[in-house]
Every structure is written in C-alpha cells, then in structure tokens.
C-alpha cells in the first residue's frame, strides 16, 4: 500500500481554475501510476486522467478533456491536477490513487480526498 493525501480543493467561480496536488508516500511516483477521480453526490466515482510511472498521460473523460491537465513532480512525490475554466458540473470530491505499473492496472490505494464546488 501506498499513502496519499490530496490537497487544493476549496470553493470557486464557474469560469475559475484550482490546481488540485496528491502527495504520495516517498518512491510511490517511481513504481506507481496515479489516477485522479471525482464522485459527486449520489453518482458512480468518474475516472479523469492518469500519468504512469513512465510519466504518460491519459484522458479519460470526454467533459473534462482540454480543461484538466495532469502533471507530475517526481522530486516531491506528488502529482498535479490543474483545473482551468471550472464548470458547476465539475463539483465533486475528487481523489487521487495509486495503481501498479501503469493506468490500466486496478487502483487499490486511495486518498481521502478533497472537495471542489463551483459556483457563483
């Protein structure tokens, strides 16, 4: 098992940008993909993007697609979510995880996540 805490959640304006951070315990970023996920109330948990060890990205989401950029830093074992042009529909909880090798492996280990609305 891996540790990670999200960070940079908070209350914004439709239009606005928050860059969302996944701190992972020290070496995760090195043997680990990361994914990041949101759930809103009463929805299934949606799949946005992943970087993998190898330090690709994938887009998962149709909606979030040109908006979301995922990034990581691996000196400080934490990888990146900027959010630009923040619509209401992206309110949710959003979580990071952790998956074996690559995006495409089953995520077992997850943060406790961080809360962005947006809203006027």
């Known amino acids: 098992q891996v540790q990670l805490v999200e960070s940079g959640g908070g209350l914004v304006q439709p239009g606005g940008s928050l860059r969302l951070s996944c701190e992972t315990s020290?070496?995760?970023?090195?043997?680990?993909?990361i994914g990041w996920f949101r759930q809103a109330p009463g929805k299934e948990r949606e799949g946005l993007s992943c970087?993998?060890?190898?330090?690709?990205?994938?887009d998962w989401s149709d909606s979030t697609k040109g908006r979301f950029i995922i990034s990581r830093d691996v000196a400080k074992n934490t990888v990146y979510l900027q959010m630009n042009s923040l619509k209401p529909e992206d309110t949710g909880l959003y979580s990071c995880?952790?998956?074996?090798?690559?995006?495409?492996?089953?995520?077992?280990?997850w943060g406790q996540g961080t809360q962005v609305t947006v809203s006027s």
């Open positions: 970087i993998s060890r190898a330090d690709i990205s994938t």
């Open positions: 995880a952790a998956a074996s090798g690559s995006c495409y492996r089953s995520f077992d280990d």
């Open positions: 020290p070496g995760t970023l090195v043997y680990y993909a």
